[in-house]
């Protein structure tokens, strides 16, 4: 129910706040607005107000919605309604009302992230954990400990930021400075090379391909919690339960029980337990899971956790109103960016596709982010806010880029695009679409059946 609620709480959120750029914007260019629709498809609901012209109504479909507007392309108009017909009004009128939707997106998440900063982001301590050896970390000698202050100048609050900023950076350049303090509270300037990554780097851990690893209190291998159902449970481990041993080999940390199951999927795992006073034999064998076309281990197991230790790592990041306005417009600013390169690179083939999302996972997040507090939701509807902006802004016929397109035509030409032009388009815009909703629908499924 959580995770329901929060996504259809997200998407009546995003479509409202859409649809009402366009019809603010219509309004004040004197267009007359027919009909505004949360939703697709059958009308389940509807309310018209006195003395308006427009009929608000809930549509069965919660994937989108639209506004429907006066316009002779779409149905016969009638000769007192002409002058406030949509395709009679002049291009940079119409280019603003569409325009319109993806600004109240961008806007929607400025003040989403203004929220969320205003409230304060919980996060972790940028504070680096081991550094492999021949890594760009150890290349900039960079130390277990290190805890990161700054980037290129800018102040780094959490490993969160850190991740992003370097996410960022490396598509932009391939040198970046940063500022290190080591155990003994000495600060060091240090250059990071980020030159060895490529772009399918992006598509996994790329922090791994740094070196650059979370530092995170010692786990010992000690059962804390257990799926209902799953292999550990079903093999006979129990809560409290240390383990001592797999196949032999000694287990001392909770890193090592996990690297042994990972890399037996389908395989038996004989394990050396301590329940107690009692020493036990447990034979159990790893399910095989589906990570990234790598077959790993899993069994349903989770450590016992100290949270004193946990919550010494844990920081809250927050600002005054004024500054929380200031990183929430630039927030907004580089997610834009950001995801602009993302998926001209997946264009290219040089990001895959499986970065595409549909509803599924879309809904998924919100319940995890939901359930994680208000400061993460916020942060989960600015990004979906940003993205849906984005989306609109690409020169696709039937998205709201596509209509600019037609327009900055009509601007260089004098007259509009042709009926046939504007139908072939359209034909294209579905396929096109409609093949990214394929993809989108393909991950979601892909990612729930592999877990």
């Known amino acids: 129910m959580v995770t329901l609620l929060a996504f259809v709480g997200a998407i009546a959120l995003l479509v409202v706040f859409h649809e009402l750029g366009h019809y603010w914007v219509a309004r004040r260019c004197e267009v007359k607005v027919l009909r505004f629709s949360v939703g697709f498809g059958r009308v389940i609901y509807r309310k018209r107000f006195a003395n308006s012209p427009t009929e608000w109504v809930i549509s069965a479909i919660p994937l989108g919605g639209y506004v429907k507007m006066v316009d ?264 834009s960016v950001i995801t602009l390169k993302m998926l001209a690179k997946m264009v290219m083939g040089e990001v895959s596709v499986k970065n595409l999302s549909g509803p599924i996972t879309i809904a998924d997040y919100a319940g995890q982010s939901a359930a994680m507090g208000i400061a993460a939701y916020l942060g989960f509807l600015a990004l979906i806010s940003i993205s849906l902006g984005v989306l609109n802004l690409l020169p696709i016929p039937l998205l709201d880029g596509g209509h600019l397109l037609y327009y900055v035509v009509e601007l260089a030409k004098g007259s509009p695009v042709s009926e046939q032009a504007w139908q072939f388009g359209q034909k294209i815009g579905i396929a096109l679409l409609g093949t990214l909703m394929v993809f989108a629908i393909y991950n979601d499924v892909h990612r729930l059946v592999s877990g």
């Open 72 to 335: 002779e392309r779409e149905d016969e108009v009638a000769p007192e309604d002409l002058q406030y017909a949509f395709n009679r009004k002049p291009v940079l009128q119409r280019m603003a009302i569409v325009v319109a939707g993806p600004v109240a997106n961008f806007l929607l998440a400025i003040v989403l992230y203004w929220a969320m900063f205003v409230h304060g982001v919980p996060g972790l301590k940028p504070m680096l954990g081991d550094i492999p050896p021949g890594s760009s970390a150890e290349i900039a000698q960079l130390q277990s400990g290190d805890i990161i202050l700054r980037i290129n100048d800018e102040t780094v609050p959490s490993w969160q930021d850190l991740r992003w900023r370097l996410l960022d950076l490396s598509l932009k350049q391939a040198e970046v400075r940063i500022e290190a303090q080591n155990s003994s509270g000495s600060s060091k300037l240090l250059n990071l090379d980020l030159s060895n990554l490529e772009a399918r780097d992006l598509d996994g851990d790329f922090m791994d391909k740094l070196g650059l690893h979370l530092y995170q209190p010692v786990v010992l291998p000690v059962i804390g919690k257990l799926s209902e159902g799953d292999v550990a449970q079903r093999s006979g481990l129990e809560m409290g339960d240390r383990i001592l041993g797999a196949n032999g080999l000694p287990i001392n940390l909770w890193s090592e029980f996990v690297d042994m199951v990972r890399k037996h999927p389908g395989q038996t795992l004989q394990l050396e337990i301590k329940r107690g006073e009692s020493m036990l034999t447990i034979e159990l064998v790893p399910q095989s899971v589906d990570e990234s076309g790598i077959m790993v281990g899993k069994i349903g197991a989770a450590p016992l956790i100290n949270s004193a230790q946990w919550q010494s790592m844990m920081v809250e990041v927050n600002y005054n109103p004024v500054e929380a306005l200031a990183h929430s417009m630039r927030k907004t600013w580089e997610t």
